[in-house]
């Protein structure tokens, strides 16, 4: 046989080898993936063993977790919202405080003071609730922080927290100091005293004796005056925004006493 031959031979047979090989290993693999589709077993209605491909199987699936919702708040007389954990606790008529619904504010006390703007604090666009750090607290919200800003314009030049009395009650305040009247937005302050009397030899606008008055009511911010004439008389009581006050007593340098007047 010639070498040519003999390698054509050869050729082919490496040839048919290949073939063979390729079939083999193809049947292997078919094999195996019917083996793969049958891995489940799922009982039949005769208590048979069913074999079932595995695409067609299922999986169960996870009942959805309820969800919580918070309970939404129910408003106040004021209609503000009390967040659940919190309380709102007002002392004295003075500051209206938002804290935890745990704290015991039975044995607390308030120093009776008075801010014009504790009144933003019940308005029905407050929220009380619990902050990041744990704490209940009023939430400063636009609303809030634009009516306690307009309740300090207010008192500009006043001096708080204005100690509050009712009406024939006498009480004694210095230069700075305040008197809010009982369950009203009047306030009074002591602004300056005056003992420069004038010289008897010039003549003047004023006697340079007196008493400088600032007071509040009704949104507004105004001033007067007590003064002594020449023979140190003087008015002693005043008539501001519906109401009288007297000076019962005065030393036109550290004090003065005052008396409210019901009209």
């Known amino acids: 046989m010639k070498t040519f031959d003999k390698f054509l031979i050869g050729i082919i047979g490496i040839i048919l080898l290949a073939m063979v090989a390729g079939l083999i290993v193809r049947n ?21 063993d069913i074999l079932v491909p595995d695409e067609q199987v299922q999986p169960e699936k996870e009942a959805p977790k309820p969800v919580y919702k918070k309970p939404t708040p129910t408003p106040d007389q004021y209609g503000r919202t ?135 009511y009704d949104g507004s911010n105004e001033s007067t005056t007590l003064e002594y004439r020449d023979d140190m008389e003087v008015q002693t009581v005043l008539e501001m925004g519906g109401h009288k006050v007297q000076l019962v007593d005065t030393d036109l340098q550290t004090h003065a006493t005052l008396r409210f007047i019901e009209v």
């Open 82 to 216: 009390i967040s659940e954990g919190c309380q709102v606790v007002s002392f004295c008529n003075g500051p209206i405080e938002c804290m935890n619904a745990d704290i015991d504010t039975s044995g607390m006390a308030g120093t009776c003071e008075w801010r014009e703007e504790y009144t933003c604090y019940t308005e029905s666009y407050n929220t009380c609730s619990i902050q990041n750090n744990g704490q209940c607290a009023w939430e400063m919200n636009e609303e809030l922080t634009m009516c306690i800003d307009s309740k300090e314009e207010i008192y500009v030049g006043m001096s708080l927290p204005a100690q509050e009395v009712v009406y024939g009650q006498e009480e004694r305040i210095a230069k700075g100091q305040s008197l809010r009247l009982e369950n009203t937005d009047f306030v009074i302050s002591v602004s300056e005293f005056s003992n420069n009397a004038c010289p008897v030899d010039v003549q003047c606008v004023w006697s340079g004796v007196g008493i400088f008055f600032d007071y509040f």
């Open 28 to 48: 292997g693999r078919i094999q195996k993936e019917n083996t793969n589709l049958q891995t489940q077993i799922l009982l039949g209605q005769e208590g048979k």
